[in-house]
């Protein structure tokens, strides 16, 4: 079975796991590493399924509120023994070296495989996937005119198998993101009392058996 949990990771938080990694080492490959080190729980190379926003990738920038599907799924590799720094600066690399030709060609494949009459099949979570929504104004609706949400989640239904990491931003703004997981339960148990994951100061704001506000000591 499947379970989910929350992550905020506060500003200072983002700070001290940022202040450990190469300069220009951006937040969502810098959680995407930490999580995906944590989760496997191994010291070998591996391959790993980002699932990344192209709108502004596109010759042509489609505007961020372009309503319709704009996630495309590539494959990153890196060797897990390397450290959190390296494993960081190549989950970089590989979101900056997506060229356009390949956004192409997975729009068409998809399109081509809908006129075919293909069976749906599952995108999210059959491999360990990290998607990065940390760019995202998710804070700017408004469901009660002039009151901003209090706490944006996302949730994936269905990704069963490996799981799925969603990078977003946090209420605060700033540099605090939040970080909703949803794996296999024993997983998410592990990693909602994983002291090296909470040792920059993030909370586990929501999951399994876990208070509002646990913390690693």
Known sequence: TMSSATFHFPADAMRALLSSLEPETTPFAALAALFWLRVAGAE?????TLALDFRKKMHAPLPTGYYGSAVHFTRARADLASGL???A?????RVASVPEEELWAAVEWLHARQAEGGEPFQMYGPEFTCMGLDHVPMYGAEFVAGVPPARV?????????EGIVIVVPAAEGDAARDVVVTLPAEATARICRDVELLRY???VVAGPKVGTGAKAQ
């Open 201 to 203: 100061g993030a909370e």
């Open 44 to 48: 070998e190379e591996r391959e790993l």
């Open 153 to 161: 989640a996302c949730r994936v239904g269905g990704a069963a198998g």
């Open 85 to 87: 720094a390296a494993v």
């Open 89 to 93: 600066a190549a989950l970089d690399r």
